[in-house]
């Protein structure tokens, strides 16, 4: 007669055993869902203001920037009625400096022109205007854009016939300052030989712009390196020809936003190869591109 109670009461016991784990359980799961939508709200809150301090850092850059253009463009325009002797005759002591003035404000007009773009970037204030135009022009334009800077004798500039390369449907605007980035760069850390600008078709609808020169060259070990913000590689050449160690890390984000990407080929005193792969038509452009015929 005890049989059938003891085993009711056994399983009473276990019923009760079970309901105080299964609240226990409920009870934890509960800490353990608060303690999520605590991280997630504390997720959110950096978010946000890693948000507003990118914002902010955009705003000071290029706020900087533009204040920046007035003087800039005082010295140079000083230095160059200085230079012209528009007020007088000047000592080589005299000329000597005014030049040196006068290239030191050029390398700072550089750096402000790279920090607005930055600061445009990545604040997504840079504006894509796709539209149909032919390589030949675009070499054309650049090779006389450069012209009047080609001052060594022993660097030659020379231009490639595009090979296997129809009109492209891109932003030319922004190629041609990823490849003058490239341009100047070469010809900058190449003393002698050439610096020659080609592009080929890659059959796959895409196309690469290569700029290649017989410059010192790029270790290895400051590949991965080159591409980022202020990136300067330590080396005798680069000590005495400062630059801003901008015009490379903008030129991947413009190449990223015309929805391809930048390479680098180099070794030490064998030059370097620095490229850009575009594709021939911009991806989501279609109705302008139609438009555009």
């Not at 504390?42 to 890693?50: H, I, R, S, Y």
């Not at 605007?173 to 003058?180: N, P, T, V």
């Amino acid at each position: 007669m005890n049989a059938p109670t003891d085993d009711l009461a056994a399983l009473q016991a276990t019923c009760a055993a079970q309901a105080a784990e299964l609240a226990a359980l409920r009870t934890e799961l509960e800490e353990t869902n608060s303690g999520v939508l605590a991280l997630y709200a504390e997720l959110d809150t950096q978010a946000q203001a890693l948000r507003q301090a990118t914002e902010l850092k955009s705003r000071f850059l290029a706020y900087m920037s533009h204040e920046f253009r007035t003087p800039i463009g005082s010295i140079l325009s000083i230095s160059r009625l200085l230079i012209d002797r528009l007020d007088g005759p000047l000592t080589d002591e005299q000329e000597r400096q005014v030049r040196f003035i006068q290239e030191t404000a050029g390398e700072f007009s550089e750096m402000v022109n790279d920090l607005l773009d930055l600061a445009k970037v990545e604040a997504g204030r840079v504006d894509i205007s796709p539209g149909w135009f032919e390589l030949v022009d675009l070499f054309s334009a650049l090779r006389g854009m450069f012209k009047p800077v080609l001052t060594n004798p022993s660097v030659q500039l020379i231009f490639d016939a595009p090979q296997d390369v129809p009109p492209l449907y891109n932003d030319d605007r922004k190629l041609a300052q990823i490849l003058r980035n490239f341009i100047s760069n070469a010809l900058k850390f190449t003393l002698h030989g050439e610096v020659r600008v080609s592009a080929r078709g890659n059959g796959d609808g895409s196309v690469t712009f290569a700029v290649a020169d017989t410059g010192v060259g790029i270790d290895p070990a400051f590949h991965h390196a080159i591409f980022q913000d202020f990136s300067q590689i330590d080396s005798p050449i680069q000590k005495r020809l400062r630059g801003t160690g901008l015009g490379l890390s903008l030129s991947k984000r413009l190449a990223e936003l015309l929805g391809g990407g930048v390479h680098l080929e180099s070794a030490l005193g064998v030059g370097s190869t620095f490229s850009v792969t575009l594709p021939l038509r911009l991806a989501g452009a279609a109705a302008d591109e139609t438009a555009s015929r």
